[in-house]
């Protein structure tokens, strides 16, 4: 904290030569750090812990009341004198909106600042829908929660669309989501329809950012996020920030060869890992050997808790496949933490015994307590947390 103080005491100093709107700024953005952590503060502890002499603490506080990011929250014990008045911290005051496409519909959000989920929409779509309908769709959910949150546009910061396959994140267009049906699709003309700003993130990227701000691997700099749904998707922080390539296609574990000229994919290519550990993958082999075509996993998994021996066979199969790609990406990025959604992470029971077994197990080189493979926490709203995140990251650049 010490130097913290030092350094904005010197910014304050620098304030006298620089533009004072930017130190204005500049200073408020600590000062909204310092209550979004803290949550409660006086005027005197936020001087003390910033370093900011009293009247700029006094004139950044103004400022953030009138914006409404803070508020007046009753008075401390005196220390001798007047009661000092308590200023808190707002998270109602500015809202952002997750849209998430998957193949059974489209799913709406409205987040506070603490992003938790305030409004929920689900509405079915069915698969190769029309570009004009999925933006009907986006726009007339956003402008339902608008209308029944009672607060003005200008709290919310924009809108953040998580959609498996690539996306273009400068033009805001799916270039392509085959598992969707969805070619350069360009979701611009949101941002016109909505009056909001418009971001757009692969769907698994938007997990690993919203497991390392939020979730299960909160402030962790390396960080595998691998969604196992009825594909592979994976998004990878590296060094503290989202890895995206040289062409924005970094990331494709699901594509990695674990067989060589094995199963056929999707991609054209054989023997990729997510031909081997998708869950539908799991649940079709499971289906064709027990005859049963309406096995789900929680039937799959009932069965392997009674030792059934086509579960248990089929299951050593699947964890060995997981465990060769798993040891492949330790071996390859060194992570903090593997964080594994998805529907088969509610089952973590089964599966991280068998993955810390499997991976770690006879390696000399990698040891567990290296690398945690974790189940997700959040899993269901990863993805849609990890979109409403887009926007919602830009707070810090509307203060002004
Ligand atoms: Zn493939």
């Known amino acids: 904290m010490q130097k913290s103080v030092e350094l904005n005491r010197a910014v304050e100093a620098a304030g006298r030569l620089l533009d004072q709107n930017s130190i204005k700024l500049a200073n408020r953005k600590v000062i909204l750090d310092l209550l979004l952590q803290e949550r409660i503060l006086t005027k005197q502890e936020i001087s003390e812990r910033t370093g900011f002499s009293f009247p700029t603490v006094s004139n950044s506080i103004n400022s953030l009341l009138q914006q409404g990011l803070a508020r007046e929250a009753g008075t401390a014990d005196s220390t001798g004198g007047r009661k000092p008045k308590l200023i808190e911290f707002n998270p109602n005051s500015r809202f952002a909106f997750g849209v998430t496409i998957q193949g059974q519909g489209i799913r709406v959000v409205r987040t506070n600042i603490d992003m938790q989920i305030v409004d929920d929409l689900e509405v079915p779509m069915r698969r190769g829908s029309s570009a004009a309908a999925l933006i009907e769709t986006i726009c007339s959910s956003v402008s339902d929660m608008i209308c029944r949150s009672g607060t003005s546009i200008q709290n919310f910061l924009g809108i953040g669309v998580a959609v498996s396959g690539y996306v273009n994140r400068k033009a805001i267009m799916i270039e392509a989501a085959s598992n969707l049906g969805l070619k350069n699709v360009s979701l611009a003309s949101l941002a016109d329809r909505t009056g909001l700003a418009v971001y757009i993130e692969n769907e698994a ?84 050997v027990t005859g049963n075509d309406g096995v789900g996993l929680e039937e799959f998994f009932a069965d392997l808790s009674e030792q059934h021996p086509q579960a248990a066979e089929l299951w050593e199969r699947y964890v060995s496949y997981l465990v060769t790609g ?16 998805g529907n088969i992470a509610e089952y973590p029971q089964y599966l991280l015994p068998a993955l810390m077994k499997g991976v770690f197990g006879a390696s000399s080189y990698y040891q567990h307590e290296d690398t945690y493979i974790l189940v997700s926490e959040l899993n269901k709203d990863a993805f849609i947390l990890g979109a409403a995140f887009l926007p919602m990251g830009t707070l810090h650049a509307r203060l002004g």
Request: aromatic fraction near 8%; include cysteine; proline fraction near 2%.
């Open 205 to 288: 990227n938007a997990a690993a950012l919203a497991e390392q701000r939020l979730g299960i691997a909160q402030g962790m700099s390396n960080l595998i996020y691998i969604s196992i749904t009825e594909g592979v998707g994976s998004g990878m922080i590296i060094d503290g920030r989202l890895y995206m390539g040289a062409h924005n296609r970094a990331g494709e574990l699901g594509h990695h060869t674990v067989v060589p000229g094995g199963r056929i994919c999707s991609c054209g290519k054989r023997g990729c890992w997510e031909r081997y550990v998708a869950e539908d993958v799991l649940l079709n082999d499971y289906r064709s």
């Open 326 to 341: 798993l040891h492949n990406i330790v071996a390859i990025y060194d992570p903090h933490y593997v964080v594994i959604g």
